[in-house]
């Protein structure tokens, strides 16, 4: 697709329910990251995989958080037994290259347009 | 503190003036820094990037970034009311890991 593709757009879960939120970068993008964004502050890093090694993942705020990238493009965030706090905005995003530390014009980050979760 | 810090604002200017954000941030290692713009309800946006101490421009956009004092800014000339949106600031010290501050607020009135 022409741009980072994130699906539910909305999801609406109950404290203690298992959630999914998948992400689909652009095609052929080595790097992806899943940030967290709470309502009026700026996104927070969660993990950042290559291809699909997860390289990085000590963003995730807890065990409940997992996320993986089985074939190097499609990854999923999953939150088992959601609390409130859960609730935000969940971004992902994919860079063409491998990350090594945006000092790069090809290292530009683009963002899909996120999920909003809102645990009830 | 924290890593990064912005004013939240909101910050107000009138159609046409020079909009000026500003951003502080504490590891003195970083490298590079990022300014996204994100409209309500969407995604973040990169719309400048600067590495180097001094000033980088891009059209209406100016970047300044002062390693000594740890200070970034961005400088918005000839503000149009499309321009009213929350101006993310962000770093990297060379890892993984982007910093994001928690947004100025920007509104241009016309």
């Known amino acids: 697709g022409a741009g980072v593709s994130q699906s539910p757009r909305y999801k609406v879960a109950k404290r203690g329910q298992d959630v999914a939120l998948r992400c689909d970068p652009i095609?052929?993008?080595?790097?992806l990251f899943w940030y967290q964004q709470a309502l009026g502050q700026g996104p927070e890093f969660l993990t950042y995989f290559q291809n699909e090694a997860q390289l990085d993942k000590s963003g995730l705020p807890s065990d409940r958080f997992f996320a993986e990238r089985p074939e190097g493009s499609v990854s999923t965030l999953k939150i088992q037994r959601t609390q409130q706090e859960d609730s935000a905005v969940y971004l992902c995003?994919?860079?063409?290259?491998?990350?090594?530390?945006?000092?790069?014009?090809?290292?530009?980050?683009?963002f899909g347009s996120g999920t909003q979760l809102s645990v009830l | 503190q924290k890593e990064v810090e912005q004013n939240s604002g909101p910050l107000s200017v009138p159609e046409g003036a020079i909009a000026s954000l500003n951003c502080t941030y504490s590891?003195?290692?970083?490298?590079?820094f990022f300014w996204y713009r994100q409209y309500s309800g969407k995604s973040p946006e990169l719309i400048m990037s600067?590495?180097?101490?001094g000033d980088k421009e891009d059209g209406r956009f100016t970047a300044q970034l002062n390693k000594a004092s740890q200070y970034v800014s961005l400088l918005i000339r000839d503000s149009q009311p499309s321009d009213s949106a929350t101006y993310l600031c962000a770093v990297n010290t060379g890892g993984f890991k982007t910093i994001f501050g928690a947004g100025t607020r920007l509104f241009v009135k016309a």
């Open positions: 995003a994919s860079s063409l290259v491998v990350w090594a530390g945006g000092d790069a014009t090809n290292e530009k980050l683009f």
């Open positions: 600067i590495y180097s101490n």
């Open positions: 590891d003195r290692v970083s490298q590079s």
């Open positions: 095609s052929g993008h080595v790097s």
